[in-house]
Nanobody
């Protein structure tokens, strides 16, 4: 079982940037696609971005493409989400997952980190 801890959320004005981090522990980190998801109030959790175990492939939701960048550092067991040009509709709790397949998370979830974008 892998344990995940997300961090880096906060309050930012529209157009600003944030960098989220997700630290993993508990088992081999390298073998799976990692990903980020988000859940806004009253909405279901949705896929945001994913990265292959090697870092060579990335996938993004259309709503964040061109603004968000996912990356990973296997030596640090950490995956990142750089978020630029933030919009109020990006406001949500952001979660990472250690087993992402076809934009769905099959592994355990962390506690999430709140991102709030003011207009």
């Amino acid at each position: 079982q892998v344990q995940l801890v997300e961090s880096g959320g906060g309050l930012v004005q529209a157009g600003g940037s944030l960098r989220l981090s997700c630290s993993a522990s508990g088992r081999t980190f390298r073998s799976f696609n990692m990903g980020w998801f988000r859940q806004a109030p009253g909405k279901e959790r949705e896929f945001v971005a994913a990265i292959s175990w090697s870092g060579g492939s990335t996938w993004y939701a259309d709503s964040v493409k061109g603004r968000f960048t996912i990356s990973r550092d296997n030596a640090k067991n950490t995956v990142y989400l750089q978020m630029n040009s933030l919009k109020p509709e990006d406001t949500a709790v952001y979660y990472c997952n250690a087993e992402v397949v076809a934009q769905r998370g099959f592994g355990s979830w962390g506690q999430g980190t709140q991102v709030t974008v003011s207009s």
